[in-house]
């Protein structure tokens, strides 16, 4: 089944893009099937249907309901590896 993954930052255009790459790789490298969703952060409460996961390249403090990841690690290269494991533990529930 497609999982649906929004990935926000503040503009939606440069690290939401580093971020993007990122999670599409590590889902393509582990045989899980997503759609993915590049948007603003404010976007997302709009977005939020169907939402498997959020990822995010800023500080967020709102609860939307659904598991949500600080991609920021995909941009400072530090942490990558615990970022993915959680990813992948949202992801194959």
Sequence with gaps: MKKKIIVACGGAVATS???????????????IDIEIC??????????LQGASLIVTTSKVKIDYGVPLISG?????????????????KVLRQ
């Design 17 to 31: 893009t580093i971020a993007r790459n990122k999670v599409e790789e590590l889902c393509k490298n582990n045989g």
């Design 38 to 47: 590049q948007i603003r952060i404010s976007e997302i409460e709009s977005n």
């Design 72 to 88: 920021i690690s995909f941009i400072s290269g530090i942490g990558i590896d615990r970022t993915e494991a959680e990813i992948l």
